[in-house]
């Protein structure tokens, strides 16, 4: 995760170039993500594949991978943005909107390995602290996921604790059926 030194509004960050991976706006800092790795990436794909296979048909929520919120001064890109239908910005032709000036309701991150925890988590805060419902830090190294709910309460689930789903989305999930996503066969 590379630091630039400059300093810039959250204005200005946004008539910047998109890098790749992408580049955050986080406490007046610009900070890019790490590139996701295999684990990473298979987590991220899945869950969005969960989410959306009984989010979308309902139209109750929709699961965004790697897009950027731009809310609370600072412009993120979670590594899963969900949204419940209703929110998902539309431009006036109808269609979804290319920017999303909104927090999500439920923000995802997967820690990359050479991330730090208490950053990622202070992201996931930030959310929580501007509107978001819940949040969760996933963490393949340590086998477990850190829950946000509202007030900012932070629990820490593993094995076949259920985990809190956003509200009305009929999904059923554990850590150990997040994690057991990781052994292909």
Known sequence: MTTAAQTLSLEEFL??????????????EIIQKPMPQGKHSLIQFELCEAINKVGKPQKIALAFPELRC???????VPDIAVFRWERIPLDSSGQIANRFE???????EILSPDQRQTKV???LLHCSRHGTELGWLIDP???SILVIFPNQ????????TPLPILNKIELELTAEQVFG???LG
Do not use: Q
């Not at 008539?15 to 007046?28: C, D, M, Q, R, V």
């Not at 909104?102 to 995802?108: K, L, R, S």
């Not at 309460?153 to 076949?160: D, F, H, K, P, Q």
């Open 102 to 108: 909104t927090h999500p309701d439920w923000a995802i």
């Open 153 to 160: 309460r932070v629990e820490l689930l593993t094995g076949a």
């Open 181 to 183: 996503w990781l052994t």
């Open 141 to 143: 190294e340590e086998v």
């Open 70 to 76: 731009t809310f609370g001064g600072d412009s993120t």
């Open 15 to 28: 008539k910047l170039p998109e890098t790749k991976p992408a580049s955050e706006f986080i406490n007046g």
């Open 121 to 123: 988590l202070g992201k």
